[in-house]
T-cell receptor, first 114, second 112 residues
Framework: DTAVSQTPKYLVTQMGNDKSIKCEQN?????MYWYKQDSKKFLKIMFS???????INETVPNRFSPKSPDKAHLNLHINSLELGDSAVYFC?????????????FGPGTRLTVL | DQQVKQNSPSLSVQEGRISILNCDYT??????FLWYKKYPAEGPTFLIS?????DKNEDGRFTVFLNKSAKHLSLHIVPSQPGDSAVYFC???????????FGAGTRLTVKP
């Protein structure tokens, strides 16, 4: 059983389109995250959700919007895609926001904007 | 604003020898430090962690050392195995929240 899953694994799309990436965790965790790994391989946090509340937004453009229908899901919607959005996006989850616990990552979604 | 730095992009060691991966940080508020391992086309997987009240944590072949005064931590793998070949990310977060910052990663190659 996959603990944190993402779909799709690969996403190729044209500039200006709107797309979504889905994430689900079956670990019963309270907190979920989205990370972006850019071409230089840096992993940077974009959002975290704790009990359906946005906790962190790291100056991400408002074209990116996380949506959490329930505690087990945190989807990422991206409007008006730009070339610079091409990256690998990782979803993650952790038991909670404050404790000494690790984050569990999904396999990643490689987004290519043409 | 790279608060966590891994200055060696790559490291190559012989099977059976020790691998030492290094990490430096700048934020004195960091309280919890983690190492993640990543294979190609997969997400990072948690390896080992250490809180700021300790200076060493050991788990099998993996040991993490923390030097708070130097703002430096290291991961020791001994003995190294070919299956350890992967990219290793150092990460750190402050007390009270999970705003984790990652280093750029070090690619470890263990040669048979």
């Amino acid at each position: 059983d996959t603990a944190v899953s993402q779909t799709p694994k690969y996403l190729v799309t044209q500039m200006g389109n709107d797309k979504s990436i889905k994430c689900e965790q079956n670990l019963g965790h309270d907190t979920m995250y989205w990370y972006k790994q850019d071409s230089k391989k840096f992993l940077k946090i974009m959002f975290s959700y704790n009990n359906k509340e946005l906790i962190i937004n790291e100056t991400v453009p408002n074209r990116f919007s996380p949506k959490s229908p329930d505690k087990a899901h945190l989807n990422l919607h991206i409007n008006s895609l730009e070339l610079g959005d091409s990256a690998v996006y990782f979803c993650a989850s952790s038991q909670d926001l404050q404790g000494y616990n690790e984050q569990f990552f999904g396999p990643g979604t490689r987004l290519t904007v043409l | 604003d790279q608060q966590v730095k891994q200055n060696s992009p790559s490291l190559s060691v012989q099977e059976g020898r020790i691998s030492i991966l290094n990490c430096d940080y700048t934020n004195s508020m960091f309280d919890y430090f983690l190492w993640y391992k990543k294979y190609p086309a997969e997400g990072p997987t948690f390896l080992i962690s250490i809180s700021s009240i300790k200076d060493k944590n050991e788990d099998g072949r993996f040991t993490v050392f923390l030097n708070k005064s130097a703002k430096h931590l290291s991961l020791h793998i001994v003995p190294s195995q070919p299956g350890d070949s992967a990219v290793y990310f150092c990460a750190a977060r402050p007390l009270g929240n999970n705003d984790m910052r990652f280093g750029a990663g070090t690619r470890l190659t263990v040669k048979p």
